[in-house]
């Protein structure tokens, strides 16, 4: 955990190369970002025995950052985890939430905006190098503008 990770760092100023490997890709801001968020500790209260909060004792660090290319907004998800398996089971549970929402085109085919909400959830990358997950997706900015009219009634 943190004195691993305080151990680890230390090693890789004796030439150590593996800890700049893993960290690489959780620390590197993605071109084009104007926010980015970083939690490295979450409270102990998040650390209880049901299911849902459980999963928050799994993750190590988390960051999330919002930012632009071309015309598009993207959004970039990185968490990482103490275990290997465990990386590789919430990549597979990312990647069965998408397919599980393929499922539920026949449902909604004639909403328009639950099918706009569907094509974002399959454009969504997810990928995991080593401990960390990443999973990224661009929303088109007429999509949040349009968003913003109908259902925020501003006027843009």
Known sequence: TKRADVTEML??????SDFQKRTEIRWTVPE??????????FPEELHRHDPP????GMIR????TLGESDDDYVLNLVFSTDDEQRAQQ????AQGAKALMGLLEEEIKD???AQAVMELLDDVKV?????????????PGKLIIKFLRDEADLPL
Request: proline content about 2%.
């Open 11 to 16: 090693s890789s100023l004796e030439g150590d």
């Open 127 to 139: 990928q995991r190098q080593d401990l960390t997950i990443r999973m990224e997706v661009a929303v």
């Open 32 to 41: 084009g970002t104007f926010a980015h968020l970083q939690i490295l500790d």
């Open 61 to 64: 660090d988390l960051s999330f």
């Open 53 to 56: 909060s459980n999963l928050i």
């Open 111 to 113: 909403d328009p905006d």
């Open 90 to 93: 919430f990549q597979q549970l």
